[in-house]
């Protein structure tokens, strides 16, 4: 049964900074990775999604990665903003298999 | 272009009640997911419908019960409500899979919020 793991589970850095955010995964036989957003209460805005056959996806200040050998993902966010503050969750995909999720990890980014 | 709708947007039931939750599916989409989203954990897969019918479930007891109409929306039925039925409840539509590729992609609502007194 594939299991999703996000570490840390909550995260607070200042403006400007630099961050990472990991995605793990049990199962490496995967469709694809994606990258949710969510605020509070809300549903969930796709962020970024890496196909098996890929390495990485970039969107603006977003780079996410993916090593299917190793059961991993990470999500790059470059000179982070106050309005990056939310939940991101990683969610995976196995052929006709629903999407397994992560629990997410819960970012604040100080001003 | 209207993405998935969903209603209503927040209820408070009792123990025991039921509810029904409603999506409408984004233009162009024929399957409908829906996921329970408990505070603080990541959505589970309730089940999914396809062509009016379930196609996929996940470990839900038979409490929860849904249907597709023929315009592709869709209802979320919830009987006899515990407290633990408390969630953010999320549909999710996708074009269907006409390929083993696995590129579909999930367009979610805003989620229906349901606590349960």
């Known amino acids: 049964k594939q299991e999703v793991t996000q570490i840390p589970a909550a995260l607070s850095v200042p403006e400007g900074e630099n961050l990472v955010l990991n995605c793990s995964f049990t199962d490496s036989a995967i469709y694809n990775l994606q990258w949710f957003r969510q605020d509070p209460g809300k549903g969930l805005t796709s962020l970024l999604l890496i196909q098996s056959s890929q390495r990485e996806q970039t969107s603006g200040r977003l780079n996410a990665s993916l090593d299917k050998s190793s059961g991993r993902s990470t999500l790059y966010i470059a000179a982070s903003q106050p309005g990056d503050s939310a939940t991101y969750l990683c969610a995976v995909k196995e052929g006709n298999t629903p999407l397994v999720f992560g629990k997410g990890t819960r970012l604040s980014v100080i001003a | 272009d209207a993405g998935v709708t969903q209603s209503p947007t927040h209820l408070i039931k009792t123990r025991g009640q039921q509810v029904t939750l409603r999506c409408s599916p984004k233009?162009?989409?024929?399957?409908v997911s829906w996921y329970q989203q408990a505070l603080g954990q990541g959505p589970q897969f309730i089940f999914q419908?396809?062509?009016?019918?379930?196609?996929q479930r996940g470990n839900f007891p038979d409490r929860f019960s849904g249907h597709q109409f023929p315009n592709y929306s869709s209802e979320l039925n919830v009987n006899a409500l515990l407290l633990g039925d408390s969630a953010l409840y999320l549909c999710a539509s996708s074009p269907e899979l006409r390929s083993s590729s696995g590129a579909n992609v999930l367009t979610f609502g805003a989620g229906s919020r349901l606590t349960v007194l």
């Open positions: 419908y396809y062509e009016e019918e379930e196609r």
């Open positions: 233009s162009g989409h024929d399957t």
